[in-house]
């Protein structure tokens, strides 16, 4: 689905507005976003999933929870890269 990789890079570039991270500055899906060498703290990333699970509502009509304890246990962070993030926001439009 290309209307979420758009909706996360979308989300990711207007929180990096306030962060003025450089690393941010120009998202793909290869940027990281949090753990080893992520651009986030627990902070930030806690305001990208709000606003996610906000924008998905919005557009498919659908309420997902991205924080909890199956994304938590996971051996690989759904919240690594951006494709990570977007693979699992896909994953739980489909269920």
């Known amino acids: ?5 758009s909706i996360v890079i979308e989300a ?3 929180l990096n507005e306030e962060l003025e991270c450089e690393t941010l500055e120009n998202p793909t899906n290869k940027t990281k976003l949090f753990g080893g060498n992520g651009a986030l ?4 990333l806690v305001s990208l999933i709000s ?6 509502s919005e557009e498919f009509d ?5 924080a909890d304890e199956k994304a938590m246990s ?3 962070s ?3 890269t951006v494709a990570a993030l977007t693979d699992y926001i896909e994953k ?4």
């Open 74 to 76: 996971q051996r690989a």
């Open 41 to 44: 703290n627990s902070l930030a």
């Open 1 to 5: 689905m290309k209307k979420v990789d």
């Open 92 to 95: 739980l439009l489909s269920e």
């Open 12 to 14: 990711v570039i207007e």
């Open 78 to 80: 759904p919240f690594r």
């Open 51 to 56: 606003d996610l699970e906000d924008r998905i």
């Open 62 to 66: 659908k309420d997902i929870v991205l």
